[in-house]
């Protein structure tokens, strides 16, 4: 049935309800609580000094290696499937993306890349292999999330909420909608 709607598992729905939750806190328990609030001077946007909290580095350190990863498979991806390019696009610019945030505090640093394992021998093997790295990857930075408050929470639930969602764009339609 090709016009069936996209089902996801339960597992991914749980894990994207819990980095929208996440992504919701807040950091200022001296503000009012009004939406739109803020303690800034008027006139001058709210800035957050950058952590430099070992755990919250080590974790944001953990994602960066993690995105870098990523990003090298979609970049090897798209060398080996010249045809995938477009597809793969989008999930290069959002890590892209990401990692530029975590570099933001101090002391991130992705660690250096291993040899990455073998592409898979066709293009819809490499989507599916992507699908299955980007939500190991999201649960990965959920877990992270939870661990962690503030910033650094919002910005991994954040990742691995997109993340949920670049592997759902990967995985071939009649495989999602059998999950």
């Known amino acids: 049935m090709p016009n069936e709607p996209l089902r996801l598992s339960r597992r991914i729905a749980l894990l994207t309800a819990g980095a929208v939750a996440l992504a919701g ?21 709210a800035e957050e000094t950058p952590s430099t909290d070992p755990v919250i580095v080590a974790a944001l350190s953990s994602a960066a290696t993690l995105v870098t990863q990523l990003s090298l498979r979609y970049t090897s991806t798209g060398q080996k499937f010249p045809a995938l390019r477009t597809q793969l696009a ?43 790295r980007e939500k190991a990857a999201a ?9 962690v408050s503030g910033p650094a929470a919002r910005l991994l639930a954040m990742i691995a ?8 764009t990967l995985t071939p339609k009649k495989k999602a909608a059998a999950q």
């Open 139 to 147: 649960t990965a930075h959920a877990a992270a999330a939870a661990k």
């Open 161 to 168: 909420a997109s993340e949920t969602q670049l592997a759902t």
């Open 25 to 45: 806190c807040d950091d200022h328990p001296n503000s009012s609580g009004t939406p739109g609030s803020s303690n800034a001077t008027a006139g001058q946007p």
């Open 90 to 132: 989008a999930g290069l610019k959002y890590h892209a993306s990401h990692l530029a945030k975590l570099k933001e505090t101090a002391g991130v640093t992705p660690a250096a890349g291993g040899k990455l394992p073998a592409l898979p021998a066709t293009s819809a093997a490499a989507l599916a292999d992507l699908a299955k």
